[in-house]
């Protein structure tokens, strides 16, 4: 077993026994990430050498990967799109001091959907990252790279980011756990933006104790973020084993029957089965609203977006077109800086904000969105966590869906409800399908509650450990 396949958990006992060296197993993840690169895919950047593990800390010596949207001093920080091509990152995202403050060794930075934009990891400038368990499917996205650097055992942990389900949905599609938490709980000082009402930065790992750990060095009040919350961070590792005797689970039946896939769907019900076994209880809910939460999302996500995206022009941000004026260098400098999923954004952002249309799509999602966090809120108050696959599907087939954007999003059907209301979520996965693909499970907790949501995903984790055994002889390695 490579070093970058044990749990943080295990290495952290290695290394404080001395068994293990910091450098040995940094360079061990690093040769195992150079060796996967050319058909997995999973990074744009890789250190040089193995750095040399400074602080001590509750993550001292453990190595990660890092999202191409999130600011490491003096790194890469183009999101893979041509319009920041060669841009390195003047400053330190909270998220990324605090990792290293922990001790933390960032290894590289990994690939994405250009501006996080994407389900598929098929939209990065610096090359498409692959699905470790299957060559032919793709890794999810937008995350793409992170989960498919964790999932294939290359580092334990790594960053995502989550507007609207760039960690969970890639984390399924990768066998990984991927958690999203409340909005506001971890800072956003230093990940690029894409709709501001809904990023989150949060951990991608395989294990659920890895993901609370890794949890509870990136929460937490930041001065430098207005949006982040105040309330105190319970230690989430404490009754983390406490099992699910009691513990009620909210399903909306009726809604997952209209979009999910009938396997995934059966899947779920098996894992509900044994949760039931131990003693939760099973409570079925009607969530009305939510069948519109993808319409309601592309709305207001969008317009975000519109407006985060202005700012590179060449001019303020990005590398700038030659031009006769400042019409034509911003006309080009945007047409040849920005991919066809992004255009295409900032032209859906910018039509439901034009003066004329905001009533009749901006304001009414905005409504929608507010009925969407009574709906969940009021659901919440009848169970302790939602259960819904993480995606309709598994990993879909590579090229399948890139001329189809509605397909496309299709696969963030189950995951965007959670950004539009601000409630934590976490990917689990259950097992594997008669293809060899992971199956997720997905649960939505309440409010600021990441330790209940965790304990209890914990306790689907211990009920259903996935096989990884196909990935002793991983294809990206032949
Ligand atoms: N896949 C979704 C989208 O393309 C979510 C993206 C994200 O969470 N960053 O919008």
Known sequence: MSLGERSIEELRRELDSGSLGPRELAEDCLRRAHESQPRLGAFQELVEFAPDAGIAGPLH????????NIAALDARLDCESAILAGYRAPYEATVHRRLREAGAVCLGRTRMDEFAMGSSGERATSGETANPWREDRVPGGSSSGSAAAVG???????????????????????????????????????????????????????????????????????PRDASTRGEAVEDPLEGIEEGPRGLRVGVPTKLLREVV????????????????????????????????????????????ASSNLARFDGVRFGRRAEGEDLESVLHR?????????????????????????RGRYLQRAQRLREGLR???????GRCEVLAWPTAPHTAFRRGERLQDPLEMYRSDALTVQ????????????????????????????RELDERGLLRAARAVEKLCALDRSALRDPWWMR
């Open 152 to 222: 294939a055992g290359i580092v334990p942990f790594a960053l995502g980011s989550d507007t609207g389900g760039s960690i969970r949905q890639p984390a399924a599609f990768c066998g990984c756990v991927g958690l999203k938490p409340t909005y506001g709980r971890v800072s956003r000082y230093g990940l690029v933006a894409f709709a501001s009402s809904f990023d989150q930065v949060g951990p991608i790992t395989r294990g659920v104790r890895d993901a609370a750990l890794v949890f509870s060095v990136l929460a937490g009040l930041d």
């Open 374 to 380: 009574q709906e969940t809120r009021e659901a919440l």
């Open 418 to 445: 959670a950004n539009l209301t601000g409630h934590p979520a976490i990917a689990i996965p259950t097992g594997l399908d008669d293809e060899g693909l992971p199956f997720s499970l997905q649960l939505t907790g």
């Open 61 to 68: 010596g453990i190595p990660f990967a890092t999202k191409a």
């Open 261 to 304: 896939d009938p396997r995934p769907l059966a899947e779920m019900q098996r894992v509900l089965t044994l949760l039931e076994d131990q003693g939760a209880e099973i409570v079925e809910l009607e969530l009305p609203l939510s069948r519109h939460a993808l319409a309601c999302y592309a709305v207001i996500a969008n317009a975000e």
């Open 333 to 357: 400098t945007r047409s040849e800086g920005f991919g066809e999923e992004v255009k295409l954004r900032i032209l859906l952002g910018s039509f439901v904000l034009c003066a004329g249309y």
